[in-house]
């Protein structure tokens, strides 16, 4: 098992009464791609204002690289990029003005600049004022400043938004290959559930404060057992339809398949005899594993 580059114990926090946080232990393989999930107010934003030093904790212990970041803040941000919320540009600064900002803050070479503008597809637009970019590209300019001083992590709060598809792909190319080469960790929260799923290797899903899950899509399909759905095409769909509305949760049904939950090998063989001996002619049983987004709405559920 991986270690946990981000690890939080009883992490909870509180606006004055409003509690918003509650006992969070979340637990980030160092390497990982760590989807974070959860609804508008689940907490997303705050957990990850906390693990940066711009919240403190009302509650609890927060250790990146081995370190408590209530005593070792500088170390553990000079090795973190990080992007949150609405993109912060200087509007009246081109977008090379912007990141040659925050180079000459970290001491870095005067070339690395341009490296960065070029992967994240800005470098023809450099010389124009941030204020004239639209709300994706001032999401690939913040990426370049949070990619700056090569991190050992990256911590983004809704990266694709204002991108359009061929950006999107752009930018989840991009962060896998950073990963993939460098290693490098990446804690993203997005509402984009599609993404995620094509991105990450572990996920993790919160909702009103707490933590529902974290682990593997694998691990997320094993935690929901009752969500293995099952594809059955037959001669009359409405007949199948109604022998079976009874006995299985059926989330979809159109003309000539319908889809079943199950639980288990035992529950397709009953299924698919209790068609036949009722005269329907079954075609074709598949097995579909439920999406990212099917399993989402599973665990808020529970």
Not at 134 to 154: C, E, F, W, Y
Not at 169 to 182: A, D, P, V
Not at 277 to 301: C, N, P, T
Request: aromatic content about 4%; proline content about 4%.
């Amino acid at each position: 098992m991986k270690t946990p580059l981000i690890h939080t114990h009883d992490l909870s926090f509180a606006f004055g009464t409003f509690g918003v946080l509650d006992k969070i232990n979340l637990s980030v393989p160092e390497g990982s791609i760590f989807g974070f999930l959860g609804p508008n107010g689940a907490g997303k934003t705050t957990t990850i204002k906390i693990l940066l030093g711009l919240l403190q904790t009302s509650r609890g212990k927060v250790f990146i690289f081995n370190q408590d970041i209530s005593h070792n803040a500088l170390p553990v941000l000079a090795r973190t990029g990080a992007m949150v919320e609405t993109p912060t540009v200087y509007p009246h600064l081109s977008g090379k003005e912007n990141v040659d900002i925050v180079r000459i803050l970290r001491n870095l070479p005067h070339e690395r600049t341009r490296e960065v503008l070029k992967r994240v597809g800005l470098w023809n637009d450099a010389k124009r004022p941030a204020g004239q970019y639209s709300t994706g590209m001032k999401q690939r300019l913040s990426l370049a400043v949070a990619i700056l001083g090569n991190p050992d992590l990256l911590i983004l709060d809704e990266p694709m938004n204002g991108l359009d598809p061929s950006g999107i792909i752009e930018i989840r190319e991009f962060l896998k290959e950073i990963n993939g080469n460098s290693g490098t960790t990446i804690l993203l929260s997005s509402h984009i559930l599609g993404e995620i799923e094509k991105l990450s290797t572990h996920i993790g899903i919160i909702d009103k404060g707490g933590l529902k899950f974290q682990g593997t899509m694998g691990e997320l399909h094993e935690v929901l057992q009752e969500s293995r759905i099952i594809s059955i095409r037959t001669n009359d769909c409405p007949k199948a339809l109604g022998i079976l509305k009874d006995l299985y949760r059926i989330p979809e049904a159109n003309d000539g398949c319908i889809k079943v939950m199950v639980r288990d090998d035992a529950d397709i063989a009953a299924a698919a005899k209790m068609l036949i001996a009722k005269g329907v002619d079954v075609y074709q049983i598949s097995d579909q594993k439920s999406g990212l987004e099917e399993l989402f709405i599973q665990i808020l559920r529970k």
